[in-house]
């Protein structure tokens, strides 16, 4: 079965203290790791797609790692905008149902001024 | 109006009403999913429509009834619902339901049942 651990749950910052944010997987074939941003009382909003470990993607402050185990959401000078729940979810090679995605419960970010 | 579109926002339901949410994309995208998302507990995949044929239902009861009378209009029928059932409901879609597809997601309905 797969199996998404994110960590910490919640993290709180100063404005500008960067810090990564962890999400352990173990997944038969994996086929994406996605990253997302949700606010309070709001849909996760997409941020990245990783397909294969060694890759690696950036927006703006965010910078998105994976390796064969895990993936990593570094953030470089937070602002208090970034604040959110961030959440990472799987997709594993399933034959015919390989949309599923397994999501972890998220790290909750707080961003102080 | 653009990306994944969910109405209404909020609900409020007795056990014994019948309502609909209803979810609509604007991106040409071909599968549709429904998600519950419960306080302190990870994003639950209910339905998954492609191509408007159903292709997965995750052992949802029966009182959850999905709907895709096109790709582009989804609905989930609640009727006779429980407390528990309280949650967001949260709508996606993704160009196919092929590996690799990200889902992009509505805003939810926040559903308190009473």
């Known amino acids: 079965e797969d199996q998404v651990t994110q960590s910490p749950e919640a993290l709180r910052l100063q404005e500008g203290e960067s810090s990564s944010l962890n999400c352990s997987y173990t997944?038969?074939?994996?086929?994406?790791l996605f990253w997302y941003r949700q606010d309070p009382g709001k849909g996760p909003e997409f941020l990245f797609t990783?397909?294969?470990a060694g890759e690696e993607k950036e927006k703006e402050r965010l910078k998105a790692t994976l390796t064969k185990k895990e993936s990593f959401l570094h953030i470089t000078a937070p602002k208090p905008e970034d604040s959110a729940t961030y959440l990472c979810a799987v997709q594993a090679a399933r034959g015919g149902s390989n949309y599923k995605l397994t999501f972890g419960k998220g790290t909750l970010l707080t961003v102080n001024p | 109006e653009t990306g994944v579109t969910q109405t209404p926002r909020h609900l409020v339901m007795g056990m014994t009403n019948k309502k609909s949410l209803k979810c609509e994309q604007h991106l040409g995208h071909n599968a549709m999913y429904w998600y519950k998302q419960s306080a302190k507990k990870p994003l639950e995949l209910m339905f998954v429509y492609s191509l408007e044929e159903r292709v997965e239902n995750n052992s949802v009861p029966s009182r959850f009834s999905p709907e895709c009378p096109n790709s582009s209009h989804l609905f989930l029928h609640l009727h006779t619902l429980q407390p528990e059932d309280s949650a967001l409901y949260l709508c996606?879609?993704?160009?196919?339901?092929?590996?690799?597809?990200?889902?992009?997601f509505g805003p939810g309905t926040r559903l308190l049942v009473l």
């Open positions: 990783l397909y294969s």
């Open positions: 996606a879609s993704s160009r196919s339901q092929g590996s690799g597809e990200t889902q992009y």
């Open positions: 997944v038969s074939g994996l086929r994406g």
